[in-house]
């Protein structure tokens, strides 16, 4: 053996994993060398290398090691120079729960509590929820079946540290020849050394990536194309065209709707062909209608672009389109100063079974999942004119909900046979999608009060079910990990995104409908090509898990709010988090684009709906990159409610905020 | 180690009937159990979380071994929260109190009451960005001064600073509640639902953007509806709410809402049917004054002597008609005794001299100003009373030097009891008994068919006056009033060698004495009942 061939094989063995083996071998090969004539003295001349080799034979397997080095390093890394003490700090978390692991993996239970115990301070405040799971972590096969303990133990850590902060932390590791907590760090730790001066500790959110190879993954994914913008033809632009040719005669409008129409019954016709003609004419009317934007660009800042629909979409009846037109011509613009109205509907008496909360899409109707399996739909309009002779008819022919008593103003759907999670309208409320804990999505008709559909297809509880922006379609996720498209015309599932690895929470239709999000007990949110089924983007940094999802209008921005009371605002083209708005200090239920998207509204359980500048925040997201100043605070309202948590929020069509949540009583 | 001690594995293991578990295993299980639980509780909190809850239920539990397809814990599902008992002399041992119920017991029970059905209730959170302070919204702390807004201006841009004008938002549920009070106050005619818009407005805590409006509509409608007895009570009425709202912050607008309140006390005429009872509409004003005085007095240190400073005026004012005089009298007695001893006392005897022609019946012809003449002479007797009475109260109740003299004193009060009786049911006044023997006095002269006291009423008055220096003098066959003014000339000699015996404290008590002394040189008797007995056994 020949000095390069030792070097070698010491390099491999730093490399490998399973160590101890690794160190007798090398044991093992010494002694033969030393009874053996040659070369021996190139260990005995390099002190420093046998005693690197001595180091690894004598405290092999003692798990005491492993404190003792992290304590070393900590208490290092905490008297290090306070312009780079942030960066080393960063380090310490892998570093800590890869050493609790490893001692629990070699089976020294009481050590790696030990050890736990002391330390976990030092994470508690950002790692809370992921040092509570792996506290229960106590026995090596734990460590295989948890899949949050094995992504850990598989994946690498992306840490960005200046080259000064690497070199003092490589330095340090040499010079005390901690070579277990080199091992570890190399092991699980993926440097991202970039030159220049450390960053300010404040923008810690994408410094520190967890999941190595599944970042690795992630970063496949998001490179992927993704077309955000709004449906060519939509109905806002609609709008637009009909605002700037209001002085035009009728007549030329309702050419052009017919038209339309022919042409969503063509779409339809011949779904999944795309004739090539078709295409023609789309192209026709695309340019037709860039023309007509271009004509107006006076009114129009910055035309998003207009994709195609992937999907079949299903064609609206010309006086719902016109209701819907009539509310959009009527919005109220709403900007940091002009705030929206907000409806609050309070249930009272739920006896803590309310479950979920949803206010159709003019506010008129609200539903409530309850716990007892039973949802009830509200009709808001009746109750609130319910002595006006305008609807007096209309309430007459409904009169046959009213129960027995004759006292009930709600209407009681009833067919689930576990508690129910999730609730949904369609755009025009003539239907209520729900779902619940017996595995089922159930499909009720407001007309009827009956059940129409039961679509079964999830294996576990279906924690959300979500109807299209245009209906017809839905998504629903689960615990079973899978979020899934229906139809409603199908009772099977059209499509089943599988990817979460852990239970799919929430689920959101993209405006322009060939794509839908989904938030995750992972803690990620991801964008699914509802057409192909496929993953195109990973949202990556929640510290828990996500809750509420809410697309812009323009389809350009994604809001998401955690357990923990954040929430993150994304780009979707580039998969990066804006901004994270602090504010909640609990979990956030329920969050809501205003018409225009220049608000987002936020609904907690701390009793808040709390109101958001985004347009600023998209903004100045240049400037800050100029300035190096964060201001993330740019909550603009808190509205305070009377201990009644906020479960649902939604921005009519002429955004009037519409909240809804289940009174309390506070804990006293 | 685990959380979940070996011991605990081996008395679950022995519970379900394996006995012999070595400890090995249990050491083995220990972790595992463990993290079965976490595992389960990690699912029963997600299943928290899709309910909607920050608190964990057994059914959620229930829902996460369900997820793991295991049998749900029974016997938890009640819905309320568990009670854990400690286990005496085992300090980390707890159990759940499961008494055994009789089915009989619960057969026979009466139906519980159904729970009441699940509602909505609507209501606006905010308002174009405005939250208005209506009940249903968590009550706000202060009103919100544009500080936030400033302070937001400044964060963007650091040189301009903008001051928004501050606009008072009204919201329509505030407007329609302040039309709707603002009806009831005028419309007089539905006296249960006023009373309880009077709770209303003491109660809610939304009010306060109301209050400018408020205070203004009192200061007009009074100003307006000085002929209209009742409309000026009810104002009154709405002011007391007003004062008694905890949530209210009227301080602001005291200065508005004092001078119609001064105007219902001393105002020369209030209401023009004879039948009105103003005299009740003073005596309400004069308490409401002193319960502004009570409340503001330490934050408006002005506010206690402007407000005497006028009532003085106008008592003293002998061209104020009686009226005014009644109210300025009754406004001050409201202050407190010490206001009243400060200023009414001081200027007791002119203002009675002045007072004594209006009582003479005889003299008077005009019989309504021979009336009010006397509610004035009752309500300053009152005053000065209840004043002495006061005063008397500190003493330290020496032992009474005979007992004849309490009998007889009590026997003077009993001998107007029936009198008085009457003349309670005649003006229908529900009063304390102070209050009632001065009503008896004060409308002893009045055109009331009262003859019983006529001859005291009549034969008093001169005795004052030509009762100069000596008590003993004037006694006209009154025996014992002649009786007790030689005891009081008595106690009046014991005080002043008490006086020398003591030391200054005494002074003050001397004063009393002193003041008791003149109070019954003008008044003659009927300051007795105001003495407690020891007191007037001491005195007299």
């Known amino acids: ?668 | 180690m685990s959380i979940v001690p070996k011991e605990t594995i081996e008395v679950i293991a022995q519970s379900i009937g394996i006995t012999n578990l070595s400890p090995e295993a249990a050491l083995m299980l220990a972790p595992d159990v463990e993290y079965r639980v976490r595992e389960i509780m990690q699912e029963a909190i997600k299943c928290m979380r899709h309910s909607k809850r920050t608190t964990l239920t057994a059914s959620d539990v229930d829902g996460a071994l369900n997820l793991r397809n295991l049998e749900p814990i029974y016997g938890f599902g009640s819905g309320g929260p568990i009670r854990f008992r400690k286990a005496i002399g085992h300090p980390d041992l707890f159990y759940t109190d499961d008494r055994e119920v009789d089915f009989k017991d619960v057969i026979e029970a009466p139906l519980p009451k159904a729970p009441l059905d699940t509602e909505i209730v609507c209501h606006w959170l905010a308002i174009e960005g405005v939250q208005p302070a209506i009940p249903e919204n968590a009550p706000l702390e202060v009103i919100r001064a544009p500080a936030e807004n400033q302070i937001y201006q400044q964060k963007d841009g650091p040189l301009i600073d903008i001051r928004l004008p501050v606009k008072h938002v009204l919201s329509k549920e505030l407007q329609l509640y302040f039309q709707k009070i603002a009806e009831l106050t005028l419309s007089k005619s539905n006296p249960s639902l006023f009373k309880e818009a009077l709770v209303s407005l003491a109660s809610d805590s939304g009010l306060h953007p109301l209050v400018p409006y408020f205070t203004n509509f009192i200061a007009d409608e009074v100003s307006r509806g000085l002929n209209d007895f009742l409309l000026l009570f009810n104002l009154m009425h709405v002011v007391r709410s007003l004062l008694q709202n905890p949530h209210i912050h009227i301080e602001p607008y005291l200065h508005q809402l004092m001078p119609s309140v001064v105007t219902c006390l001393v105002s020369r005429k209030l209401g023009n049917r004879f039948a009105d009872n103003h005299w009740d509409l003073r005596d309400f004003t004069a308490n409401l004054v002193a319960l502004i005085c009570k409340r503001f007095g330490n934050t408006y240190i002005t506010l206690q002597s402007r407000l005497t400073k006028t009532l003085v005026n106008a008592l003293l004012d002998p061209k104020k008609a009686l009226t005014q005089h009644y109210g300025a009298i009754q406004g001050l007695a409201a202050l407190g005794h010490n206001v009243v001893r400060l200023l009414v006392l001081s200027n007791l005897e002119p203002y009675l001299s002045l007072l004594e022609p209006e009582l003479d019946a005889e003299k008077q012809k005009n019989q309504m100003k021979s009336y009010e003449a006397w509610r004035v002479y009752g309500a300053i007797l009152r005053a000065a009373g209840l004043c002495i009475h006061d005063r008397l109260k500190i003493f330290p109740t020496l032992p009474s030097p005979s007992p004849s003299f309490p009998s007889k004193g009590k026997g003077k009060v009993i001998s107007t009891e029936p009198n008085k009786r009457k003349l309670g049911v005649d003006s229908s006044e529900n009063r304390s008994p102070h209050k009632r023997l001065i009503a008896t006095d004060g409308s002893d002269g009045g055109p009331s068919p009262m003859q019983v006291d006529r001859p005291t009423g009549d034969a008093n008055p001169p005795q004052n006056s030509v009762r100069p220096s000596s008590s003993e003098q004037a006694s006209d066959g009154n025996a014992p009033e002649s009786r007790n003014a030689k005891e009081k000339d008595g106690s009046k000699g014991r005080a002043i060698t008490r006086k020398a015996i003591l030391d200054q404290i005494w002074k003050d008590d001397l004063d009393s004495g002193r003041l008791l002394v003149k109070l019954h040189q003008l008044y003659g008797d009927r300051i007795l009942p105001f003495i407690p007995s020891t007191e007037m056994s001491l005195f007299l």
Not at chain 1, 185 to 193: A, M
Not at chain 1, 232 to 242: A, F, Q
């Open chain 1, 1 to 668: 053996m020949d000095p390069e061939q030792v070097d070698e094989f010491v390099m491999g063995y730093l490399k490998k994993k399973g160590f101890n083996n690794a160190a007798k071998q090398l044991q093992e090969a010494l002694h033969h060398n030393n009874g053996g004539t040659f070369n021996s003295t190139d260990y005995h001349n390099d002190p420093e290398l046998t005693k690197l080799i001595r180091s690894f034979s004598q405290s092999e397997n003692d798990p005491t090691r492993y404190r003792d080095g992290y304590s070393k390093l900590r208490s290092w890394a905490y008297n290090s120079l306070d312009l780079y003490k942030h960066e080393l700090l960063r380090v310490m978390y892998p570093v800590f729960i890869h050493c609790y692991m490893d001692l629990v993996g070699k089976g020294h239970t009481q050590e790696a509590r030990a050890f736990f115990n002391s330390f976990r301070k030092d994470h508690e405040m950002i790692h809370l929820r992921d040092l509570q799971k792996l506290e229960g972590v106590l026995v090596p096969s734990h460590l295989e079946e948890m899949e949050f303990a094995r992504s850990l133990r598989q994946s690498k850590v992306n840490i960005k540290i200046c080259q000064y902060s690497y070199d003092l932390l490589l330095q340090y590791l040499h010079r005390t020849e901690s070579t277990l907590m080199l091992g570890i760090i190399n092991e699980h730790i993926n440097f991202q050394v970039y030159s220049g001066q450390p960053n300010s500790s404040s923008d810690d959110i994408d410094a520190v990536t967890i999941v190595g190879s599944f970042q690795e993954t992630a970063d496949h994914i998001n490179q992927k194309e993704i077309q955000w913008g709004l449906l060519e033809d939509s109905l806002e632009d609609r709008l637009e065209k009909t605002g700037s040719l209001l002085s035009d005669s009728e007549k030329g409008q309702g050419e052009s709707k017919d038209g339309d129409v022919d042409d969503s019954k063509k779409r339809s016709n011949e779904i999944g062909k795309q004739g090539s003609s078709l295409k023609k004419l789309k192209k026709d009317k695309a340019g037709n209608a860039t023309a007509k934007v271009a004509r107006q660009e006076t009114s129009i800042v910055s035309p998003a672009p207009r994709v195609k629909p992937e999907l079949a979409l299903p064609v609206m009846s010309t006086d719902v389109e016109e209701s819907i037109l009539e509310d959009l011509r009527n919005r109220v613009q709403l900007s940091s100063v002009a705030m929206p109205s907000v409806s609050f509907y309070t249930f009272v008496n739920t006896h803590n079974g309310l479950n979920c909360a949803s206010i159709s899409h003019d506010g008129s109707l609200v539903a409530g999942g309850f716990s007892d399996s039973s949802i009830k739909v509200w009709d808001m309009a009746k109750i609130g004119q319910a002595g006006s002779g305008a609807l007096q008819g209309e309430s007459d022919t409904n009169d046959q909900n009213v129960g027995p008593n004759g006292r009930r103003n709600y209407t009681l759907l009833l067919g689930h046979s576990g508690p129910v999670y999730s609730a949904t309208f369609s755009p025009p409320g003539d239907f209520v999608l729900s779902s619940s804990a017996d595995t089922t999505i159930r499909l009720w008709s407001t007309q009827l009060n009956a059940n129409l559909v039961c679509y079964k297809g999830h294996n576990y509880p279906v924690w959300d079910v979500q109807f299209s922006p245009f209906g017809h379609y839905f998504a629903s996720c689960s615990h079973d990990r899978t979020a899934r498209i229906w139809s409603m015309d199908r009772v099977q599932p059209l499509r089943i995104m599988a990817g979460h690895l852990s239970d799919v929470d929430c689920v959101q239709w993209h405006p322009n409908c060939n794509y839908i999000a989904t938030g995750s007990s992972d803690k990620t949110v991801r964008l699914w090509d509802v057409q192909t089924g496929e993953c195109v983007r990973i949202f990556i940094g929640h510290r828990s898990m996500v809750l509420s999802l809410a697309m812009s209008p323009d389809g350009r921005y994604m809001a998401s709010g955690d357990e923990d009371g954040t929430i993150m605002m994304w780009d979707l083209s580039t998969a990066r988090c804006i901004t994270p708005l602090m504010g909640h200090n609990s979990c956030v239920w329920s969050l809501s684009y205003s018409g225009e998207g220049s608000l987002l509204a936020s609904g907690s359980a701390d009793c808040t709906v709390k109101l958001w500048d985004v347009t600023s925040s998209t903004k100045l997201t240049k400037a800050e990159e100029k300035n190096g100043n964060t201001n993330r605070l740019r909550s603009l309202r808190t509205f305070p409610t009377k201990s009644t948590p906020v479960h649902a929020l939604r921005f009519s069509r002429r955004n009037l905020l519409f909240a809804a949540g289940a009174l309390s009583k506070p804990a006293s």
